[in-house]
Structure formats: C-alpha cells, structure tokens
T-cell receptor
Framework: TQLLEQSPQFLSIQEGENLTVYCNSS?????LQWYRQEPGEGPVLLVT?????EVKKLKRLTFQFGDARKDSSLHITAAQTGDTGLYLC??????????????FGKGTLLTVNP | DSGVTQTPKHLITATGQRVTLRCSPR?????VYWYQQSLDQGLQFLIQ???????AKGNILERFSAQQFPDLHSELNLSSLELGDSALYFC???????????FGQGTRLTVV
C-alpha cells in the first residue's frame, strides 16, 4: 500500500483551465513538500507546508496543508503549457533526531495542451 | 542546477553484473537519500544517510548496498543485477533529515 495517495494519476487539460490535484494519507506528517519533475530530470522542490491549515501561494499555484496534517492540495489557476510535468507530494516524518524519512506519492502527470 | 551531482548519467549492463552509482551532495548538506523510480512504482525510497551513518531504510533489496564517505559523497552498489532493476536512480541531499530535498539528474540504469 502507498503511504501517500495522489489523485488524479493523469490529467490532461487545455491552456487557461484551472485544476486541483490531491495528496492524501492516513498518516500525520511533520511537513509536506510538493515537487515538479520534467522528463529526464530530477524532481524540483516547489513548496514546503508545515502548519496544519497552512496556505502558500507561488504565482498561479496555491498549496494547502490539511488541518490534521494528513493531506494537501495543489491548485493551479489558468494553466499554461509550461506547467506540464509530474507533480509529486512528499511527506516528512520520523521519530526525531536524524532519522526523518521523506516518502513520495506516485505523482500526478499533468499535460496542458495549447 | 540543484548542486547535486550524479554519475554516470546512463549505464547499460548485463544481468548478473554489479554497478556503482555515485552522488556528490550539495555543499554543506549532511543528509543523502537514494531513490529508485520506475514507471509502475513511482519514486521509491531506498536508503538515507546522515553524516556518514545510515539513518533510514526503505524498500532496498539485499543485493543493494550504499555508504556515505567522510567527504559526504555517497555510493549505491547494485549487484547480481536483474532485468527488473532497470530504472532511474536518484540521489537527493538536504541540510538535515526531512528538510527540503534537492535532487540530482539521476542515473538511468538499463539491465539487458
């Protein structure tokens, strides 16, 4: 079973549309990170959310951390072709000290068509 | 450029062989993570090191091993390779465990 479930798995939309992708878990995380990965490249960090209920905005991207710190959403307004990529969420948790583990969901593959 | 360097970028080898993947973390980062990415399994956590010591283990096979050296670079050793080991292998580093991770460009391993 996957610790972090991302939905939808695939999303294909037209330029200018809005979309929301979700990252859900039954576990509580210390923080949750969102990454974007393009083909042949490593994931690149977009944002980290730490506090339950926290909302962060990055231009047209809005990230929200659930009140219970178990889930998160990413909303993109007026999508552009440059937003195309694999969006990954990653949860950090551990028993303290130096053994925190960063676990990734399988991602949402977003295609924005011109 | 994330500051994390992985070599080689591509590797093609035969079943049964052994390979070593190398990672140089960002300057100053003490934590190194290794991940395997395949189409069906997504990004799977393998192992984490912090300042030379193993700190967390994920779905790492017994045929695989890793270490982090005193200069903080890390190596992932894959032995008795099977076709199913073909994947992208990523190294990431962070200033401390659980903090934002910066990924290298990956090593694409193809086992034939």
């Amino acid at each position: 079973t996957q610790l972090l479930e991302q939905s939808p798995q695939f999303l294909s939309i037209q330029e200018g549309e809005n979309l929301t992708v979700y990252c859900n878990s039954s576990s509580v995380f210390s923080s949750l990170q969102w990454y974007r990965q393009e083909p042949g490249e490593g994931p690149v960090l977009l944002v980290t959310v730490v506090t339950g209920g926290e909302v962060k905005k990055l231009k047209r991207l809005t990230f929200q951390f659930g009140d219970a710190r178990k889930d998160s959403s990413l909303h993109i307004t007026a999508a552009q072709t440059g937003d195309t990529g694999l969006y990954l969420c990653a949860g950090a948790r551990g028993s303290g000290g130096s053994n925190y583990k960063l676990t990734f969901g399988k991602g949402t593959l977003l295609t924005v068509n011109p | 450029d994330s500051g994390v360097t992985q070599t080689p970028k591509h590797l093609i080898t035969a079943t049964g062989q052994r390979v070593t993947l190398r990672c140089s973390p960002r300057s100053g980062d003490l934590s190194v993570y290794w991940y395997q990415q395949s189409l069906d399994q997504g990004l799977q956590f393998l192992i984490q090191y912090y300042n030379g010591e193993e700190r967390a283990k994920g779905n790492i096979l017994e045929r695989f091993s890793a270490q982090q050296f005193p200069d903080l670079h890390s190596e992932l050793n894959l032995s008795s390779l099977e076709l199913g080991d073909s994947a992208l292998y990523f190294c990431a580093s962070s200033s401390r465990p659980g903090a934002e991770a910066f990924f290298g460009q990956g090593t694409r391993l193809t086992v034939v």
